[in-house]
């Protein structure tokens, strides 16, 4: 059925609108009761409860970064199965991001350019939204529904230049550390001018160095930190990144963010040059991900969480990143051709292969 209208109402919409219409209807469903049926519904079996980062997730696989910038939908969200949400990118100020048009569909490929460029509220606004979300999924936790995990995903101002993104990363975190359940840097949006340059390890170990410790000054309990990298990283920088995680005792890496290759794409060229930059998503990334994964699995402790996305379309996708090495696996893209069932199907494709052993 979504997929019909899909083809038949969705894709003609630009895809940006498209996008606040489905956030409406999410909370105009929450306000009307709907999503505790979808939570009857799409809630993950019992069997797929996974411990990572010193958390409990209802199920490995989760929301990544990029559908709920606002906090604005997390609950009617959970109510679809995800076992968590990562809202963001956040970033200090608010700011409108990059001008419109700034998101397409490469609908033969499944896949999405977006140059959305960490448009967002700002750290201050969000604060009692997640205040007030935590509330909520307090009473719902006691009365024994579906609550997923809320991490926060936190990015460089735009405004802000390169020598002074630690502090612009500090003020985010002096404000969402205490309402977040784990905390992600984000340093591999190829949307912000400069950002990913702050991927150079010499750039990095002070950013992190720094974020770490103001989470925990500002937190009684401790905030697992993961840091988000591209990858268009070259693999000895893969291997760097590693290092530099398992020196300062970080709880986790998430890979990867989008990419700015165009290769393996089967739309048209001339089609794909018109949309012009902006990071790449899709199935066309699955392949870097899983390279990028087993890279890291190999070089970090077990201890160290890894969480999987990029190119994640079904239950056996989701399998394959845990097989090979990961903690938890994120999707967003394949949410916007699948429909909200795409959540249930692999909730539930995963509890199969469970059971089947």
Same mark, same amino acid.
């Given at each position: 059925?979504?997929?019909?209208?899909?083809?038949?109402?969705?894709?003609?919409?630009?895809?940006?609108?498209?996008?606040?219409?489905?956030?409406?209807?999410?909370?105009? +469903?929450?306000?009307?009761?709907?999503?505790?049926?979808?939570?009857?519904?799409?809630?993950?079996?019992?069997?797929?409860?996974?411990?990572?980062?010193?958390?409990?997730?209802?199920?490995?696989?989760?929301?990544?970064?990029?559908?709920?910038?606002?906090?604005?939908?997390?609950?009617?969200?959970?109510?679809?199965?995800?076992?968590?949400?990562?809202?963001?990118?956040?970033?200090?100020?608010?700011?409108?991001?990059? #001008?419109?048009?700034?998101? /397409?569909?490469?609908?033969? *490929?499944?896949?999405?350019?977006?140059?959305?460029? /960490?448009?967002?509220?700002?750290?201050?606004?969000?604060?009692?939204?997640?205040?007030?979300?935590?509330?909520?999924?307090?009473?719902?936790?006691?009365?024994?529904?579906?609550?997923?995990?809320?991490?926060?995903?936190?990015?460089?101002?735009?405004?802000?230049?390169?020598?002074?993104?630690?502090?612009?990363?500090?003020?985010?975190?002096?404000?969402?550390?205490?309402?977040?359940?784990?905390?992600?840097?984000?340093?591999?949006?190829?949307?912000?001018?400069?950002?990913?340059?702050?991927?150079?390890?010499? +750039?990095?170990?002070?950013? @992190?160095?720094?974020?770490?410790?103001?989470?925990?000054? !500002?937190?009684?309990?401790?905030?697992?930190?993961?840091?988000?990298?591209?990858?268009?990283?070259? *693999?000895?920088?893969?291997?760097?990144?590693?290092?530099?995680?398992? *020196?300062?005792?970080? *709880?986790?890496?998430?890979?990867?963010?989008?990419?700015?290759?165009?290769?393996?794409?089967?739309?048209?060229?001339?089609?794909?040059?018109?949309?012009?930059?902006?990071?790449?998503?899709? #199935?066309?990334?699955?392949?870097?991900?899983?390279?990028?994964?087993?890279? @890291?699995?190999?070089?970090?402790?077990?201890?160290?969480?890894? !969480?999987?996305?990029?190119?994640?379309?079904?239950?056996?996708?989701?399998?394959?990143?845990?097989?090979?090495?990961?903690?938890?696996?994120?999707?967003?893209?394949?949410?916007?051709?699948?429909?909200?069932?795409?959540?249930?199907?692999?909730?539930?494709?995963?509890?199969?292969?469970?059971?089947?052993?």
């Amino acid at each position: 059925m979504y997929r019909f209208v899909f083809k038949t109402v969705l894709s003609r919409i630009d895809p940006e609108t498209a996008h606040h219409l489905v956030v409406s209807g999410l909370r105009f +469903s929450d306000r009307l009761g709907v999503n505790r049926l979808m939570e009857r519904v799409c809630r993950p079996d019992k069997s797929l409860e996974t411990k990572a980062l010193g958390l409990l997730w209802p199920s490995p696989f989760g929301l990544a970064a990029g559908f709920d910038k606002g906090a604005t939908t997390v609950l009617p969200l959970a109510s679809l199965g995800f076992g968590h949400i990562e809202i963001g990118t956040v970033t200090a100020a608010a700011q409108p991001g990059n #001008p419109a048009p700034r998101l /397409f569909r490469l609908v033969q *490929d499944k896949a999405l350019i977006n140059r959305m460029g /960490f448009n967002n509220d700002g750290a201050q606004a969000l604060r009692p939204r997640l205040e007030a979300i935590r509330e909520r999924i307090g009473k719902l936790k006691a009365a024994g529904r579906h609550v997923p995990v809320v991490g926060v995903n936190i990015g460089k101002t735009k405004l802000t230049a390169l020598e002074d993104a630690t502090e612009d990363y500090l003020i985010s975190t002096r404000v969402l550390a205490p309402v977040a359940d784990y905390l992600v840097v984000n340093v591999s949006s190829p949307n912000t001018p400069g950002l990913r340059q702050l991927q150079d390890i010499d +750039s990095l170990r002070p950013l @992190l160095s720094a974020v770490r410790a103001e989470a925990d000054h !500002v937190t009684e309990k401790h905030v697992p930190l993961l840091v988000k990298i591209a990858p268009d990283l070259a *693999d000895e920088d893969v291997d760097a990144v590693a290092e530099l995680v398992t *020196d300062l005792s970080l *709880d986790g890496v998430i890979a990867t963010n989008t990419t700015i290759s165009r290769r393996g794409l089967r739309t048209a060229a001339a089609q794909v040059e018109g949309y012009g930059a902006g990071g790449l998503s899709g #199935p066309v990334l699955a392949d870097r991900s899983k390279e990028v994964l087993k890279r @890291l699995r190999a070089k970090l402790p077990r201890t160290t969480a890894i !969480v999987s996305v990029g190119g994640v379309t079904t239950a056996s996708d989701v399998a394959e990143r845990l097989a090979l090495g990961a903690d938890l696996v994120q999707g967003y893209t394949a949410f916007v051709f699948e429909g909200p069932f795409w959540v249930r199907r692999i909730n539930r494709g995963l509890a199969s292969m469970l059971r089947s052993g």
